[in-house]
């Protein structure tokens, strides 16, 4: 197995604890599967939130998932004019096989449009 990285990323209606986790949660989710990883393989991960989204840490939703024993990060994106807002990002360090399945949800699929045949 080598190591690699998996990119993801979600958009979120509005700036609330349960918002920001039940997407961080199906992001998480939708990359294990996609990737079939098995948590024990997973190294680290890193999320990143756009700055109007402050009502919960992604990391939090990712505890709920059983990734215990996985080391994690909350950040801010930095802020860009004219970006897409309310975007989770995660950076997932992780042992595998075979080509990344990068996940790009609801609106944050426009961040990665060459992505979409592979979605």
Do not use: K, W
């Given at each position: 197995m080598?190591?690699r990285a998996?990119?993801g ?18 992001l998480?989710?939708?990359l294990?599967?996609r ?18 989204l402050?009502?919960?840490f ?18 801010r994106e930095?802020?860009v ?33 060459d ?5």
């Open positions: 080598e190591l998996l990119r990323a979600i958009t979120v209606d509005r700036n609330e604890a349960d918002a920001i986790l039940d997407a961080t949660e199906e998480v989710r939708e294990i599967e990737n079939s990883l098995d948590p024990e393989q997973m190294v680290s991960c890193i999320f990143t939130c756009t700055g109007d402050d009502a919960a992604p990391a939090e939703a990712a505890r709920r998932l059983g990734l215990s024993s996985v080391p994690l990060l909350c950040a930095i802020e004019p004219g970006s897409l807002p309310r975007v989770i990002r995660v950076l997932v360090h992780c042992y595998g096989e075979g080509d990344p399945r990068h996940v790009y949800l609801r609106e944050a699929a426009s961040l990665r449009r992505l979409e045949g592979a979605q």
